[in-house]
């Protein structure tokens, strides 16, 4: 029998030898744990056992590390709540009241208007053009059926019906920000043409059925496909400002993400949560912990599960959660 040359890791791995070779993480960890162990005791034995311990360590819920030791990048600072850079006074009512209807809340779930949508759209209206739209052709045209209708052209790009929404608002004449100055300005006109009120001053249901006509391009007052492109713009940014991390503006103190029962920015999962689910507290980007913590001035690789029995690098002691042979 030809002699096993294979490392003590690869013969406790119930994997093939040239899978674990090919595997970063498993050829990561135990040299960064070696190469600690070293440093403190100076035992080559000694380090080879404490990578053979790490990499049986199972997982058994979230890593616990020593404090981070450094600098992270800091995180874009949120806007401020109800000062507007874009919008005037009316011009934010109006969007505000189309926005809970487009998202309404209910049974704890909290409205666009609740999660400060608004201030997610006016900080994008005023730092950039807000939804793309494409103002010069081709054009993505929609197809239902297994093939296109025709070959792609300078003018067209045939998109499957269900996929055009990956490509943005179509066949615009004019930016986003224009989209919604002269939307605003047109819904309103419309609102006192059919009911002689302002539209934030109209029932819940006037307001539907006008947002309605605007989205199927019946409304009077918007030309063309502009009163269907105003919606999908809105209806659009209506949904990115309310899921989106608290950073951007939206989502105002994590509150969809604390309905939703949704953990928000998490390095990463550990493998009993991605079956079973996580019950961690929602955190945002600016909440995130640093990478490599513990770790500040090297490339090591901390493993998802297990932790560090001590703050002192000397020590290279990695800690299972259960008993390791």
């Known amino acids: 029998m030809p002699p096993d040359n294979r490392s003590d890791v690869d013969r406790r791995s119930s994997r093939p030898a ?10 990561r960890i135990p040299l960064v744990t070696r190469r600690a162990f070293l440093k403190g005791a100076g ?17 058994n819920g979230p890593t616990t590390a020593a404090p981070y030791v450094g600098r992270p990048s800091p995180a874009m600072a949120p806007p401020p709540q109800g000062l507007f850079r874009f919008f005037d006074a009316e011009e934010a009512r109006t969007v505000e009241a189309v926005l809970d209807r487009l998202i309404p809340g209910s049974n704890g ?15 994008r209206l005023a730092t950039d053009e807000g939804t793309p739209t494409y103002t010069d052709p081709p054009y993505a045209k929609t197809y239902t059926g297994d093939h296109p209708p025709g070959p792609n052209t300078d003018e067209v790009i045939w998109v499957r019906a269900d996929e055009l929404t990956r490509y943005g ?27 002689g009120k302002a539209f934030v001053d109209l029932k819940d249901e006037q307001q539907d059925e006008l ?3 605007v989205a199927h391009d019946q409304a009077p007052h918007f030309s063309g496909s ?43 999962y550990t493998p009993i949560e991605m079956k079973q689910g996580t019950e961690r ?6 909440m995130m912990e640093p990478m490599q913590p513990g770790y ?29 042979e």
């Not at 179509?170 to 224009?178: A, G, H, M, Y």
Request: a negative charge.
């Open 43 to 59: 035992a080559t034995a000694a380090g080879a056992g404490a990578a053979i311990a790490l990499a049986n360590c199972a997982p």
């Open 109 to 123: 779930v909290p409205s666009a208007r609740d999660a400060g949508a608004i201030t997610y759209i006016d900080n």
């Open 169 to 195: 608002v179509q066949d615009v004449d004019q930016p986003s920000q224009e989209v919604y100055r002269e939307g605003v300005a047109s819904l309103n006109a419309y609102a006192h043409d059919r009911f």
């Open 211 to 213: 947002i309605q006509n």
């Open 226 to 268: 502009a009163g269907s492109t105003f919606f999908n713009v809105m209806n659009e940014d209506a949904w990115e400002g309310y899921l989106c991390d608290p950073m951007y503006g939206g989502n105002r103190n994590m509150v969809v993400w604390k309905a939703l029962n949704y953990p928000g920015a998490q390095r990463a």
């Open 281 to 286: 507290t929602p955190q945002s980007l600016r």
């Open 18 to 27: 040239e899978a674990v070779q090919t595997s970063p993480y498993r050829r």
């Open 296 to 324: 500040p001035d090297g490339n090591a690789v901390l493993p998802v599960t297990g932790h560090i029995g001590s703050t002192d690098p000397s020590a290279g002691v990695y800690v299972c959660d259960h008993e390791v």
